[in-house]
């Protein structure tokens, strides 16, 4: 069964940063695209960014400016960076990769 592992999640200051790291199999990474989603309490599961194999990138609204996607096919890891926090920014963030592989998901918490 494939798999993804995130990790980097934890607290921060609003207007500070956290890194993600996400490493799965090399079977994944061949895939074209991969994405990371978060889900806040009460809310539903919402797209945060995407990209492509050849590295083409898209994002959310909210995070445009301020989160950098990233992948590393050698590695077999796919990052974001996260800049400028705000507390809206609070949720699990998880990885994903098409045929519905999804990672166990970090927290991140934006707070004074």
């Known amino acids: 069964q494939e798999q993804l592992v995130e990790s980097g999640g934890g607290l921060v200051h609003p207007g500070g940063s956290l890194r993600l790291s996400c490493a799965g199999s090399?079977?994944?990474?061949?895939?074209?695209?991969l994405a990371w989603y978060r889900q806040a309490p009460g809310k539903q599961r919402e797209l945060v960014a995407g990209?492509?194999?050849?590295?083409?990138?898209l994002y959310a609204d909210s995070v445009k400016g301020r989160f950098t996607i990233s992948r590393d096919n050698a590695k077999n890891t796919l990052d974001l960076q996260m800049d400028s926090l705000k507390p809206e920014d609070t949720a699990v963030y998880y990885c994903?990769?098409?045929?519905?592989?999804w990672g166990q998901g970090t927290q991140v918490t934006v707070a004074s």
């Open positions: 994903y990769a098409p045929g519905n592989i």
């Open positions: 090399s079977s994944i990474f061949r895939l074209t695209t």
């Open positions: 990209i492509s194999k050849d590295g083409n990138t």
